[in-house]
């Protein structure tokens, strides 16, 4: 991955969110992402947190203002380039997001596989180096149903980093899955920021990301009054 | 126990006779007429929202047919993914389907054949029988019965997909990682489908052809071997049948692959599988009868 370092990574600059296409309060959004930094979220709703990862990937219709990544305005692009863009994007989310239809390990690539011309051999051996490391005997080959709620985490985390991605958007995972996926959470954020990956960390409670402190570089709070910054005590 | 004393008495409710102020207001307020011009206005604005809504999906899967065929010419819009779906969905539609549709033609040429027999026999023209084959058969039910059989065995299941993918938001996952659900999903799935369409037919037309000699041949009619039968069809078929016929496979799988697509990716929150289900069928049969009487007008 080419690290980019053109500038912020993800931009919020007065975006001003349709409140009808995503629930967020539509007051300007200001913020900053650069490569390497990691963000915290703090969003008491998860439907919220969601819709504002959907913000910051140029899905919600803005009233105005502009959401840029990567230099580029999300409004500004044509269709091909918003899909190219978004491929770069690794993605933790909360709402439904495997296929019945398709088999767990080829849902893990499936992004890869889409957006990028890796060997399906080198997308395997990283599918089960990272389904070992986040605590997986392998790959799962049977249907995303089958799977119990703490392995489909483990999968969805494995997803999301599969690729080396510019920007995480992560909704939690940690709150309600098994403790034992923390240290390879943490150690895949830290991995991905040592690549230049931009974070943005997205939490209901604080009490998650309070011994990974000395790594966040800003924390928010999503309220009814938009983003709001938060101290760091 | 009565009324009043339930509610607390006659004292506590306001009398009867004591009129409503606002209800006699309106009661007394003139009717207030319309101008005929803004009667007409409404009128055509309500004619119009029952057009644009009952032609919606129409127009839909004109727009969604073009772009199939467009992207499909586009070498980037066939990536690893596309390839994937298209491939897969062509298996079970062609795989699972290849008995379901021979069958049917078994018994279509079984059906067919036996009125033939029995009414040209009437008429002393039992030799039309291949003539009669490929103009009724072939030609017409074919088609239509093989869009069923594609509406029914794999239309319904992608409708049924993708529509609860729609509504449990796993489309809107696929579009925020850059996954577009139409070159995903639509693209590959209604090709297969025009593959699929293209093939079973076939099999379909040569098992009823193939049935159809045999029900002759036990029942005398026809004393010629199966090549001269074959020799027959094929003299009986004009420039234009080997070209409407294969077409007529064609647009019906592509149809019916569209149609049960886009009736899955147009569901709202609102839809479950008691209204998807109805509707991914009335529309797809719909469909397929419009495909066959257009190849069937005399233009």
Same mark, same amino acid.
């Given at each position: ?233 | %126990? ?64 073009? !772009? ?12 690893? *993914? ?17 008995? &379901? ?8 040429? $079984?059906? &067919?054949?036996?009125? $033939? ?5 009437? *008429? !002393? ?8 084959? @490929?103009?009724? +058969? ?45 070159? %995903?999903? =639509? ?7 025009? @593959? ?17 000699? =045999? ?5 005398? +009619?026809? *004393? ?11 003299? &009986? ?6 070209? $409407? ?38 529309? !797809? ?15």
């Amino acid at each position: 991955m080419e690290t980019y370092s053109a500038g912020p990574l993800l931009e919020l600059n007065k975006a001003v969110p349709s409140f009808e296409d995503s629930g967020l309060p539509p007051v300007p959004f200001n913020m900053k992402l650069m490569p390497g930094e990691c963000m915290i979220v703090e969003a008491r709703d998860p439907s919220r947190a969601t819709m504002f990862a959907d913000l910051c990937s140029g899905m919600v219709e803005l009233e105005s203002g502009q959401v840029s990544f990567m230099g580029l305005d999300w409004a500004n692009l044509q269709d091909r380039e918003l899909n190219a863009l978004r491929g770069r994007i690794g993605r933790i989310t909360r709402r439904a997001s495997w296929a019945e239809f398709m088999p767990t390990h080829l849902g893990i690539i499936l992004q890869q596989l889409h957006h990028t011309t890796r060997t399906l051999d080198d997308l395997v051996a990283e599918a089960v180096r990272r389904s070992e490391s986040f605590g997986l005997p392998g790959v799962p080959t049977v249907s995303p149903s089958l799977l119990s709620d703490t392995d489909l985490t483990r999968v969805s985390c494995v997803r999301a980093f599969m690729g080396q991605p510019h920007l995480l958007l992560l909704e939690d995972p940690l709150e309600g899955g098994p403790p034992e996926l923390y240290t390879s959470f943490l150690s895949s954020i830290t991995e991905a920021r040592d690549r230049g990956a931009g974070v943005i960390w997205l939490v209901r409670s604080n009490a998650v990301w309070q011994s990974y402190r000395q790594g966040i570089t800003s924390t928010w709070r999503l309220a009814d009054d938009g983003l709001v910054a938060v101290r760091m005590a | %126990m009565s009324v009043s004393q339930q509610t607390g008495g006659p004292n506590t409710t306001p009398s009867d006779d004591e009129p409503d102020l606002i209800l006699q207001t309106d009661a007394h307020k003139p009717a207030k007429r319309i101008p005929v011009h803004e009667w007409i206005r409404r009128k055509l604005a309500w004619i119009g929202r029952l057009v644009r809504r009952q032609a919606r999906f129409f127009l839909v899967v004109l727009g969604a047919g073009w !772009g199939v065929i467009f992207e499909s010419f586009r070498s980037h819009a066939w990536r690893r *993914t596309v390839r994937y779906e298209f491939v897969t969905t062509m298996n079970n539609i062609i795989g699972g389907g290849v008995s &379901a549709s021979l069958f049917a033609g078994m018994l279509t040429g $079984v059906a &067919a054949v036996s009125q $033939v027999i029995y009414w040209l026999g009437l *008429t !002393g023209l039992a030799k039309m029988t291949g003539s009669i084959l @490929v103009n009724v +058969v072939i030609r017409e039910i074919a088609p239509i019965l093989v869009g069923i059989l594609l509406l029914g065995r794999n239309g319904m299941l992608s409708a049924t997909e993708l529509g609860l993918l729609t509504i449990g938001g796993q489309v809107r996952s696929m579009q925020s990682v850059g996954m577009d659900p139409f070159l %995903m999903l =639509v693209l590959p799935r209604t090709l297969a489908f025009t @593959v699929a369409g293209f093939t079973l037919g076939i099999l379909f037309s040569m098992s009823s052809l193939i049935t159809g000699y =045999v029900m002759s041949r036990i029942s005398g +009619v026809i *004393t010629n071997p199966i090549w001269t039968f074959l020799d027959d069809v094929a003299a &009986a078929m004009s420039v234009t049948d080997y070209a $409407v016929i294969p077409l007529k496979f064609i647009m019906v799988g592509f149809v019916v692959g569209l149609g049960g697509c886009l009736t899955g990716l147009t569901a709202t929150n609102e839809d479950s599988l008691r209204t998807l289900l109805p509707r991914g069928f009335s529309r !797809g049969m719909l469909i397929v009868m419009m495909v066959s009487v257009l190849f069937s007008l005399d233009l």
